[in-house]
Nanobody
Framework: VQLQASGGGLVQPGGSLRLSCAASGSIFSIHDMGWYRQAPGRQRELVATITSSSSTNYADSAKGRFTISRDNARDMVFLQMNSLRPEDTAVYYC???????????????WGQGTLVTVSS
């Protein structure tokens, strides 16, 4: 299973970005999906997660500004980010718990990350 994130870039404070992440490969099923971020010099942290039934969970820093969603038919997860702040600058990683191949075990997968820079 591979995760490919896209949609990062440079945006001014107060602006918006939409991140996308597509899962590919031999996929039996995907359970929870999520977004994490890592700013320079800091540990990777949770941004938001979504279950296969679309129950969501957000970090306090993301509540009210970010929205996570998913398209189960296309094995994709999205992160709509509004009212962006300079402190949101980070590499954003998508994450998924997925069952590959014949459906025997659940594994955790990471995408390669996409850089979001919020600056004027």
């Amino acid at each position: 299973v591979q995760l490919q994130a896209s949609g990062g870039g440079l945006v001014q404070p107060g602006g918006s970005l939409r991140l996308s992440c597509a899962a590919s490969g031999s996929i039996f099923s995907i359970h929870d999906m999520g977004w994490y971020r890592q700013a320079p010099g800091r540990q990777r942290e949770l941004v938001a997660t979504i279950t296969s039934s679309s129950s969501t969970n957000y970090a306090d820093s993301a509540k009210g500004r970010f929205t996570i969603s998913r398209d189960n038919a296309r094995d994709m997860v999205f992160l709509q980010m509004n009212s962006l702040r300079p402190e949101d600058t980070a590499v954003y990683y998508c994450n998924a718990d997925a069952v590959p191949g014949r459906g025997l075990s659940v594994y955790n997968y990471w995408g390669q990350g996409t850089l979001v820079t919020v600056s004027s």
